[in-house]
């Protein structure tokens, strides 16, 4: 999916920042672990994903290295920096501030 339309925004890059805080990972590892960690419920396309790491990338939160992929290919290898880690605890935070919000809205009792 291109711009998840059912993701708040900025959604995406926390959870591009949790999964490269778990280990570094190249594009295709990074999208199919948030495939399976969400049940199959969350893609993203590569039309979504390579813009969001380059702008991870610009902001200082990750970096990307050339490396050998599992399957012997070359690979940008993403990984978290000190700053990132950071941003990360900001988001998360940020992400539990809202979504707790919004549960209370949603568990209000209907007349």
Known sequence: ?????????GTLDLLLLKILALEP???WAISQRLK?????VLQVSDGSLYPALHKLEQ????????K???LGRRAKFY?????????????SAN?????????????LQES
């Open 36 to 40: 399976q960690i969400s049940g199959d």
């Open 79 to 91: 990984s978290l920096t000190r700053l990132g880690r950071r941003q990360l605890a900001r988001e």
């Open 25 to 27: 990972q190249h594009g």
């Open 68 to 70: 050998t992929s599992e």
């Open 95 to 107: 992400w539990d501030r809202l979504s707790n919000a919004i549960s209370q809205v949603i568990r």
């Open 1 to 9: 999916m291109s711009k998840p339309p059912d993701l708040v925004q």
């Open 59 to 66: 902001e200082g939160w990750i970096t990307a290295e050339w």
